[in-house]
Every structure is written in C-alpha cells, then in structure tokens.
C-alpha cells in the first residue's frame, strides 16, 4: 500500500498568517500615528496661567456691568471686503467716544488663531479696522475701550453672519 504524502506549503504562502497579522499591524501604524499627532500639535484648550487668570473673573465682571450701566451697544458689519471691518458704537452715557477701541476676535478652539483688531473712529460713533481672513467657526468677540474700562461681547458666525450685535452680558 502506498501512501501519498502532501507536502506542504511554507507559513508565508499561506494566506492565513497574513490576515491575521493585519490587525496588530494596523494598530502599531495607527499608534504611532497618534502618537506623532499628540508630539507635533499644540493643546489650545489647556491655560498656564488658569489660577490667575480666575482671579480675574470679578474683574471681567465690573467692566460688563460698566458696559451695561453706560448704555454701551455696538453693531459690528462685514462688507464685500472680508478684511475690512467696520462698527456703529452707541454710548448714551459714555460721554466723548474713544479715538480707538480694541476688538479681539477669538477661535473656539484653537488660540493661535485668534486677532486683535485696532478699530480707529472715523465719524461720530463710527469706527473701522483691518483684520485677517477668518476661516469658518463660531468666532468670540470682544469689544473694549483701550483702557479696559469697560468691554462688549458677541459670537459672529463666519461666513453666514455678516453683522452681530454686540452687548455687555450683565
């Protein structure tokens, strides 16, 4: 009787192996991936400075109320330009209107991209700046008179708004 003995193939031809060392591979290159992610970008969400920077908050809060109880309002506008901005500001009980108001134009997320605008009056109660492309987010805004007496808020949808109204929160 004769028997008949196959022989077999080597481990790397079969495709067994192969597929299951798919999923640890995968692992290891995505791993590593994440791991260049986390190294090679900044966390724009995490403050230095937390501690103080919630000392501040009481602060923040008299220049709102300052704000409110001056009757300060300001309309923000974008024009065709998208670097050009200008603003309507209304003080009933400010008194003389500053040269120059400060606007600081703040990203949700990411704080390297965040500006800060000279506004300089042209006219009564009109003011105008140059500020750099905005990409598309929900932008913070914050209106302040050069010597911080006072401040305005407002959140401008980039680009479906090309107007927001800004008041203090108080």
Do not use: C
Request: net charge neutral; proline share 5%.
């Amino acid at each position: 009787m004769s028997v008949m003995i196959e022989k077999s193939k080597p481990w790397y031809r079969e495709p067994w192996p192969w597929i299951l060392m798919i999923m640890p591979v995968t692992a290891v290159v995505a791993g590593s991936f994440m791991m260049w992610l986390a190294v090679s970008t900044e966390d724009g969400l995490v403050e230095d400075d937390y501690y103080k920077k919630g000392l501040t908050i009481n602060q923040t809060i008299e220049r709102d109320q300052v704000a409110q109880s001056l009757h300060i309002k300001a309309h923000l506008m974008v024009g065709d330009d998208p670097s050009h901005i200008r603003m309507m500001l209304q003080a009933g009980d400010l008194g003389a209107l500053p040269q120059q108001l400060r606007l600081k134009v703040l990203h949700p997320t990411r704080s390297g991209l965040d500006q800060e605008v000279l506004l300089t009056q042209r006219g009564e109660g009109y003011y105008e700046g140059g500020i750099k492309q905005l990409g598309a987010a929900k932008w913070r805004l914050i209106l302040e008179d050069i010597d911080k007496h006072w401040r305005l808020t407002g959140m401008w949808q980039v680009p479906k708004d090309s107007s927001v109204a800004l008041s203090s929160r108080g």
